[in-house]
C-alpha cells in the first residue's frame, strides 16, 4: 500500500517525506538500521570526500540514499551552502533541496556542475550501474554527464560483480508512449523475452516519468550484461528509445556502507579503499535518530500511521 493509499489524511510534508525515504515504521526500521546506517555512511563519506568548498554547482540524485547526501551538504553549514545553486535530478530531489533551503537551479541554466552525488541500483566491478529503478535516469544521466566529478553512493547490497546479479527487475528504458508497443517487441526479439511496462502501484496504468515517458523493464541475461556498454548501445539505437539506465564508465568512484561500519571505496582506476566510519556518522546507529526519522515520527508515526 502506498504512503497515499494509507494516509489520506497526511500532511504534505509529511506524505513527501514519507515518500522521499521510502521509509517504514519505526518498528520495521529497527529491522533495517544496518542498511540504513550503511546508506548513510556511504552518503556521509562521499559529501567530505567530493563536496569542497570550492564546490558552487552540485547535482543531487535520487532515491533512498540521496537524502543522506543533502543532510551531510547541509551540516557543512549556511555560510558554505549560502553560494551554492543545487540541481535536482527529478521531482524527489528538487523537494529535498527546496525543504533544505538551498538554492534550486536547473540544468539548462548550469550545464557544468563540479560534482554530482547520485543513488544506484547496482554497481559492477568496473563500476558500470544499473540505474532508473526510481525512474529517473534520463534526469539522472544528463546531470552524470555534466558533472565533472560523478560519484555514487550506496548500501553494500549493490556492490556487485557483474549488472543483473543482485538487480533483477531488468535494465529500465525510458520510452516514448506511443512507441512503448514497438518497443517490447524489439527488446524482446534482442535478447529480453521478459520486457515488460512498468505499471504504477496507486493508479491504473503505467508508470510515467517526470518527463512524461513510460518504463519499460528488461531483464537481460549475464552474457548481455557482462558487456554493458554493448548493450547500452543496442537498446539506445532503437527508435523511441529516450534513454537507457545503464550508466557505463561515468562513475570516478562508488562508495559502499558496509554494515561494519566501514565504507569500500572503490575508484575508476581499479583502487579499491577501506575506509573506517565518519566519526559523527556512527556505525550502527539507529535510523530513528536522523534528521529524517526523527522528522518522520514527530510528524507521521507518532500520529499512530501505519505505512
Ligand atoms: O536510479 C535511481 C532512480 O532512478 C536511484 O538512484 C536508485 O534507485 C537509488 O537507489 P537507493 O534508493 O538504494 O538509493
Known sequence: MSTLATHPGASRRAYRLLAWVDCPPRSVLKNLSAIEASKRLAAYTAV??????????????????????????????????????FIPTGFQSKELIVDANLQLGDVDQYPTLDVTIDGADEVDADLNCIKGGGACHLREKVLAEAAITWVIVADFRKNSSVLGTTYKKGVPVEVAPFAYAKLLANLRMIGSPDAALRMAVNKAGPIVTDNGNFVIDAPFGPEYMKDPLTLLTRIKMLTG?????????????????????????????????????????????????SYLSNKLSTAEIGNGHAV
Open 48 to 85: 567530505d570526500k567530493h563536496i569542497l568548498p570550492e564546490h558552487k554547482y552540485i547535482g543531487i540524485g535520487s532515491g533512498s540514499t540521496v537524502p543522506y547526501v543533502v543532510e551531510r551538504i547541509v551540516a557543512q553549514g549556511a555560510a558554505v551552502n549560502k553560494d551554492r545553486v
Open 241 to 289: 528509445v529516450v534513454e537507457v539506465g545503464l550508466f557505463c564508465h561515468m562513475a570516478k568512484a562508488a562508495y559502499f556502507g558496509n554494515e561494519d561500519g566501514s565504507v569500500t571505496v572503490r575508484h575508476n582506476d581499479g583502487r579499491v579503499e577501506e575506509v573506517q566510519s565518519t566519526p559523527d556518522a556512527p556505525a550502527v546507529q539507529d535510523p530513528s535518530e
